[in-house]
Nanobody, 114 residues
Framework: QVQLVESGGGLVQPGGSLRLSCAVSGSIFSINAMGWYRQAPGKERELVASITSGRATNYADSVKGRFTISRDNAKKMVYLQMNSLKPEDTAVYYC????????WGQGTQVTVSS
């Protein structure tokens, strides 16, 4: 049974930064491509960043240049460094395997507001 536990969200002012963390248990973590997703109220969940087992990364256009995804295979952790945050980044953020996905964790709320 794979468990995903996201943390690090909070309330931040526009232009601020946050670092999200995701702990993955119960999987052969190192071989899986992982991603950070977000879901804003009334919107579909979207993939914002992904990282392969070889650490190749990809980003949605809306976060490119502001967000950085990374992973620590030894610790089974995935991170999302978010800089220059905007109000439109407000959402619940989730991590998951790219495909097929595991059961979703509880996510972590990010609110960008002055």
């Amino acid at each position: 049974q794979v468990q995903l536990v996201e943390s690090g969200g909070g309330l931040v002012q526009p232009g601020g930064s946050l670092r999200l963390s995701c702990a993955v248990s119960g999987s052969i973590f190192s071989i899986n491509a992982m991603g950070w997703y977000r879901q804003a109220p009334g919107k579909e969940r979207e993939l914002v960043a992904s990282i392969t087992s070889g650490r190749a990364t990809n980003y949605a256009d809306s976060v490119k240049g502001r967000f950085t995804i990374s992973r620590d295979n030894a610790k089974k952790m995935v991170y999302l460094q978010m800089n220059s945050l905007k109000p439109e980044d407000t959402a619940v953020y989730y991590c998951n395997r790219i495909s097929p996905s595991y059961s979703w964790g509880q996510g972590t709320q990010v609110t960008v507001s002055s």
